[in-house]
């Protein structure tokens, strides 16, 4: 009730926002589901304040005992609680897909983060800093900590709070970017960057629960259109071995996933499921490959439209579609890595202008490590966006880069 409260509260008495108003006449019509509308927020709004806002509806169950799918119509019911008593607008269909399935996988990854950054066994100023930062992560999970007078108690840890590995990497460095020219040597931009990955679990031991082994990635720069330009959750939901091996060497993985693209050309954000094919080989002694393939369903996502404009700042397209992925990585004696991605989508308008896009992403990197933990890589990139209007003239959107980067590598 507070995630309900509060922002309602910040809406009506501090905003004094029309939207806030509600009375019971306004309940009974957003009940009617024949009145709900797609709603005209801005990008940022729908496709990040939203998810989480329903991450703290998931969280509130998940930190009090509950687990992922029981914690899960949290986020649906919370959701459907402020369309139908948050607002007088109409609910919005947008608004309930987007913040329940991108809550539930915000909040899964966060209450996990949350969890593993506090050690109950531990005592004193730097038990306070990590409970603090856990808080930050997942504030829902360290206020119930706060009331059921777990902060800075010393006890027994979750038995579920390490995986069995936990590896992350942070890059610091350049880019160089181009908005309109392929040729992005020639005629781009320079900023700095930063790129944060984190790999939780390892998607061929940790399959036991939900988002067991999950992947995170968030990136920024300070001269793009946004500071955060990109942020991914692929969280692991069902799995299963192929082949009898001890050690295992393929797998099928099923995956929640959450995406947030929003960068000087384009931007696209949506809640998809995949299916998809991990393999390991070790073709020599100092030798390994890994590689992913795979396909899914993308239930809704935000596509940039040119021609349209409304409302908050309601100018892309929203609509259902199918996804493609590859990865393909090779390291060389723990020394060399070298890795190629691809990121495909194809999507049809349902709400907006009636359009069908296309979003390719490919990346190939080049990274040395120095010693176990410090590395330099550099990569290339080329993601473009096209867009095929009935009403209008197609359009095409190109983002070429380059990047050189430091980085730091750290097991937790």
């Known amino acids: 009730m507070l995630a309900q409260i509060i922002p309602w509260s910040v809406n009506y008495f501090i905003r004094d926002a029309e939207f806030a108003h509600v009375s019971f006449k306004s309940i009974g019509r957003n009940l009617e589901l024949s009145r709900w509308r797609w709603d005209d927020n801005n990008f940022v709004t729908n496709q990040f304040a939203h998810p989480y806002q329903g991450s703290m509806y998931f969280s509130a169950f998940r930190s009090n005992g509950y687990n992922f799918w029981q914690s899960a119509p949290a986020a649906v019911a919370g959701s459907f609680m402020w369309e139908v008593a948050g607002e007088t607008h ?8 987007n913040t329940s399935l991108g809550g539930i996988a915000l909040g899964e990854m966060t209450y996990r983060l949350s969890n593993l950054i506090v ?5 004193g100023f730097k038990r306070q800093v990590n409970e603090v930062v856990a808080f930050l992560v997942n504030p829902m999970n360290g206020f119930n900590r706060i009331i059921d007078g777990k ?16 590896v992350g990497e942070l890059d610091l460095g350049a880019r160089r970017f181009s908005q309109k020219n392929e040729d992005v040597l020639e005629k781009g931009k320079n900023e700095w960057y930063f790129r944060l990955r984190l790999q939780y679990g390892d998607p061929y031991i940790d399959t036991k629960k939900p988002f067991s082994n999950f992947f995170f990635t968030m990136e920024g720069g300070d001269n793009d259109s946004a500071k955060i330009n990109t942020l991914r959750v692929n969280g692991f ?18 995956t929640a996933n959450y995406d947030y693209y929003h960068n000087s050309v384009f931007y696209y954000g949506a809640q998809s499921v995949n299916l ?9 002694k100092k030798t390994r490959i890994e590689t992913q393939a795979g396909a899914g369903l993308i239930i809704l996502a935000a596509v940039q439209d040119e021609y349209l404009y409304y409302g908050e700042g309601r100018n892309y397209d929203y609509g259902p579609g199918f996804s493609l992925l590859a990865d393909f990585n090779l390291y060389v004696a723990e020394k060399l890595m070298f890795g190629i991605h691809y990121r495909g989508g194809w999507f049809t308008t349902v709400n907006g ?39 209008y003239p197609d359009v095409s959107h190109t983002y070429p880069y380059v990047r050189v980067s430091a980085g730091y590598k750290f097991n937790l």
Not at 119 to 123: A, D, M, S
Not at 238 to 254: A, C, E, R, S
Not at 357 to 371: D, G, M, P, V
């Open 353 to 391: 202008n009636a359009s069908t896009h296309f979003l390719n992403a490919i990346t190939s990197e080049l990274r040395y490590f120095f010693t176990s933990h410090i590395s330099l890589g550099t990569e290339w990139g080329h993601a473009s966006l096209k867009g095929y209007f009935k009403d």
């Open 90 to 97: 109409p609910g919005a269909p947008n608004d309930l897909i």
């Open 237 to 254: 939901l069902y799995g299963w071995q192929l082949g009898d091996t001890v050690v295992p060497k393929h797998m099928m993985n099923i």
């Open 119 to 123: 050690n109950n066994h531990q005592r």
């Open 151 to 166: 902060w800075g108690k010393v006890m027994a840890n979750p038995a579920d709070r390490r995986p069995s590995k936990i």
């Open 276 to 284: 998809s094919l991990l393999s390991r080989f070790k073709p020599g």
